[in-house]
């Protein structure tokens, strides 16, 4: 498929890609086109239907694919997910996700090397471009770091995302405080608030400095960490540089029962009632994860714009889940969808998020496929103000995903929708143009081996695994932090 095109080149003239099915984008929704094409021109879509009437310098006929919008990820992981660790290995504070008292004692240090925290970036990258994803605003662990992300990885993100070609919205994560454990179970919130607005400065350089290179890939983002390591001045000033910026903001929140009880100790409120009382919620806000959320927070949601990034497949695996995707939907709440876990499939992510909706109450056609669907590519684009993304139609950005619907492990197929949706998983993806560039074919990316990488991400991750016990209560061995499903043979 596509063989005569150059990996991480941008054709020149007009490319023409012929597919039984386009999702393609007609008075202001999705449509399904069968038997059509869509041409590119440059880094634009110009044209979608039948085919194409005037000249092209190459055409492709793709076949029994699904020419889909390339997927937006709100909440994008950009490390090795040490998450999936601890799904099942709980609680949080016996298992390294809280730092212990005698951790702060020797002092939290920085567990990856510059060039490995480099290198998981560009290794998260390509996994997001394997997965139809084309563009993304990256999300990482703090839990291993020394206190916040640095300007120096997020310069090394903003190179591979510009080689790679992946859209990006970037901005060092940083924060006034943590919580700490100081006897098991027994978490207790430590503050640094000039450690935190240092960092706000640090992601305000960093975004002018990086905002709008490799043609406009490389866009910006403030990113306080999580809603309970913030003050309320580190969170004003943020909002009002993002305003100044014109730039997203994306900040955890209502996600889950420490920050909810830690919000209820320091504020005397949940995290979205204390922001709106200081006017911080607005329509910048993109805020993840929403599955504690209350009536009363959803509704706040909804009167001033913020849009929840729903991430249901990281949830599921520990049995929680948004209460639910038809609600926020009635209530105007704009929902974008994320990631935030390894694999980073998106496909897999929106079948659980139909899934997990009717699990909790949702009929049929109050949470369908495509409402997943519309979350994935409208709904990101939206939180963005990017009507150039997400849908395809003349005048929008060439960001693509090619889905192979005759893989013989989804037979039969159906609608080509519902059938990568709830049959599929993001394997099925076979190409991917980001900006009119062909950024990735056959699981393969411009500039990096996906085997080589594969086995440099593991011996890393690894590493990182090994030094759990430094951080974790007690400081038990890994075999106790991380016990195998089943114990090994004598």
């Not at 005569?4 to 099915?21: D, E, F, H, K, Y």
């Not at 004692?105 to 920085?110: I, K, L, S, T």
């Not at 390509?126 to 291993?144: D, H, K, R």
């Not at 329509?283 to 913020?306: K, M, N, S, W």
Request: hydrophobic residues 45%; contains cysteine; negative net charge.
């Amino acid at each position: 498929m596509l063989e005569s095109l150059t990996l991480g080149a941008r054709p020149q003239g007009r490319t023409a890609l012929a597919a039984r099915w386009i999702v393609a984008h007609h008075g202001g929704s999705h449509r399904l086109l069968e038997h059509g094409e869509i041409v590119l021109e440059a880094d634009r879509i110009l044209y979608v239907g039948p085919r194409f009437p005037g000249e092209v310098a190459r055409r492709f006929d793709l076949g029994e694919v699904l020419v889909s919008p390339g997927f937006i990820d709100l909440d994008a992981l950009s490390d090795l997910d040490t998450t999936l660790l601890g799904v099942d290995c709980g609680p949080a504070w016996a298992k390294g996700r809280v730092w212990p008292q005698s951790y702060i004692d020797r002092g939290p240090y920085e567990m990856y090397t510059p060039e490995e925290l480099a290198f998981q970036k560009r290794f998260a990258f390509a996994q997001l471009l394997c997965n139809g994803i084309t563009s993304a605003l990256p999300i990482a662990s703090l839990f291993y770091r020394a206190w916040g992300e640095t300007v120096a990885e997020f310069e090394a993100a903003a190179e591979a995302a510009g080689e790679l070609g992946l859209r990006v919205w970037l901005g060092p994560a940083y924060r006034s405080g943590g919580m700490v454990c100081t006897a098991p179970g027994v978490l207790e919130p430590r503050f640094d608030e000039a450690r935190g607005l240092q960092g706000l400065d640090d992601a305000i350089a960093f975004v002018r400095a990086q905002a709008g290179r490799f043609g406009g890939l490389v866009q910006g983002m403030l990113a306080p960490d999580r809603v309970e390591t913030c003050t309320q001045t580190l969170l004003t000033r943020t909002m009002a540089a993002a305003a100044d910026l014109d730039i997203p903001v994306r900040l955890h929140m209502a996600q889950g029962l420490m920050e909810r009880q830690a919000m209820a100790r320091l504020h005397g409120s949940t995290a979205p009632q204390w922001l709106a009382s200081f006017g911080a919620l607005n329509d910048r806000l993109i805020a993840p994860h929403a599955v504690q959320a209350t009536a009363e927070d959803l509704a706040l949601y909804a009167a001033h714009g913020v849009t929840v990034a729903h991430c249901p497949l990281v949830f599921a695996r520990s049995g929680a889940a948004l209460n639910s995707l038809a609600k926020l939907r009635q209530l105007g709440v704009r929902v974008g969808m994320g990631t935030d876990t390894a694999p980073p499939d998106m496909v897999l992510n929106m079948a659980v998020g139909v899934m997990a909706a009717r699990l909790m109450g949702d009929s049929l056609t109050e949470t369908a496929p495509e409402h997943l669907f519309d979350a994935a590519t409208l709904g990101g684009a939206d939180a963005l103000r990017r009507a150039d993304l997400g849908r395809l139609m003349p005048g929008a950005k060439a960001d693509i995903a090619v889905f192979d619907m005759a893989d013989p492990l989804i037979a039969p197929r159906v609608d080509p929708v519902r059938s990568l949706i709830l049959g599929a998983t993001g394997r099925v993806t076979r190409a991917v143009f980001v900006d009119g560039r062909l950024s990735m074919r056959e699981g393969q990316v411009p500039g990096l081996d996906m085997a080589t990488a594969r086995a440099r991400a593991q011996a890393q991750f690894d590493r990182l695994v090994a030094k759990y016990p430094d951080r974790t209560w007690g400081h038990p061995p890994v075999g106790t932090i991380f016990p195998p499903a089943y114990p090994p043979l004598p």
